[in-house]
């Protein structure tokens, strides 16, 4: 069993960062690819990045703008996110899988009640 709590959203004028953490209960966090995935309004949840030992992937949407990275002496995975956008508005969530498909949130099995973010223009 693992547990997720994620923390960080918040209001941000566009162009502006904020990070969002990710906290898992759990001896064998270290095993689990992590994902971050978004929700907005009326619309489905979405992939936007994920982290398993040292491969990285992000959604085209936010790449070369947010970073995933983990710290498994914490286990905590993070999400740096920079040049915000008003279409980045959404209720961010944390998972985790021991599946191969990281991109899918079928495949994940545990996930974190979400944080806000809203960005303004």
């Known amino acids: 069993q693992v547990q997720l709590v994620e923390s960080g959203g918040g209001l941000v004028q566009a162009g502006g960062s904020l990070r969002l953490s990710c906290a898992a209960s759990g001896r064998t966090f270290s095993n689990y690819a992590m994902g971050w995935f978004r929700q907005a309004p009326g619309k489905e949840r979405e992939f936007v990045a994920t982290?398993?030992?040292?491969?990285?992937a992000y959604a085209n949407s936010v790449k070369g703008r947010f970073t995933i990275s983990r710290d498994n002496a914490k286990n905590t995975v993070y999400l740096q996110m920079n040049s915000l956008k008003p279409e980045d508005t959404a209720a961010y969530y944390c998972a985790a899988t021991l599946g191969v498909d990281v991109t899918t949130p079928g495949s994940y099995d545990y996930w974190g009640q979400g944080t806000q973010v809203a960005v303004s223009s």
């Open positions: 982290i398993r030992r040292t491969m990285l």
